[in-house]
């Protein structure tokens, strides 16, 4: 079957502006995480979903980012103003949640911010 | 908070060669561990895992047993291929639900014919 699938698979944009980055998941998966892959910082996780809700949004890096999901599938990463410190790779992954906790991940989003 | 430890490389192997790539953790709970990989070019993908004490999580080869007196999640493969050359990712996730996981640095390992 379909695994997750994120888009745009690259993104180049100046500072200052807003991004959105996609992540759907597998079909059927509760739980939707996102993490940020640097040189500098390696994998960092970021948020998660289970459901539309998201429990701890603690670990999002500051208050420029945000994340939703509707309808318990796709999700939506967004950075505002964004800063040469945002460039990374963002994955998504998601998972059927309890109690196999196994995460499957997309192929990620590079961003480049210029 | 929950961390993983493991050795970075990269790691330089001929063929056939016996590999261990190191991996302790410090989490609260009992957390469940896995191996990811990422192939060059390629997305993380799932290697093996273990949920609890004693158990041994195993795929192409690749082993590694929860040792939970030692806090560690070594993965150990007898012979190694060029197909094997990739990053290796120790990661673990303590939650009583679904919750993100905690990596380690990476391993990047490099397998000469």
């Known amino acids: 079957g379909a695994g997750v ?3 745009p698979s690259n993104k180049v944009t100046e500072k200052g502006k ?5 992540c759907d998941p597998i079909s059927g998966h509760t739980a939707l995480y996102w993490y ?6 390696g ?3 970021l948020i998660y979903f289970q459901g539309n809700s998201a429990p701890d949004k603690s670990g999002l890096p500051s208050d420029r980012f945000s994340a939703e999901r509707t309808g318990g599938s796709v999700s939506t990463l967004t950075i505002q103003r964004t800063q040469q410190e945002d460039s990374a790779v963002y994955l998504c992954a998601s998972s059927s949640g309890r109690p196999s906790r196994e995460q499957y991940f997309g192929p990620g989003t590079r961003l480049t911010v210029t | 908070g929950n961390s993983v ?12 060669a016996f590999l261990t790539i190191n991996c302790t953790y410090t989490a609260t709970g009992y957390p469940s561990l896995f191996w990811y990989v990422q192939y060059p070019g390629e997305g993380l993908q799932l290697l093996l895992k273990a949920t609890k004490a004693d ?6 080869g690749f082993e590694a047993t929860y040792r ?4 560690s999640f070594h993965l150990e493969k007898g012979s190694v291929q060029v197909s094997d050359s ?9 939650g009583g639900g679904a919750d993100g996981l905690t990596f380690g640095k990476g391993t990047h390992l490099i397998i000469q014919p």
């Open chain 1, 5 to 7: 699938s994120q888009s």
């Open chain 1, 18 to 22: 807003d991004v959105e980055l996609r």
């Open chain 1, 36 to 41: 940020r892959q640097s040189l500098g910082q």
């Open chain 1, 43 to 45: 994998l960092e996780f």
């Open chain 2, 5 to 16: 430890t493991q050795m970075e490389g990269p790691v330089t192997l001929s063929e056939e």
């Open chain 2, 55 to 60: 158990d041994k999580g195993s795929n192409k």
């Open chain 2, 68 to 71: 939970k007196e030692t806090t």
């Open chain 2, 86 to 94: 990739a990053v290796y990712f120790c990661a673990l996730n303590s």
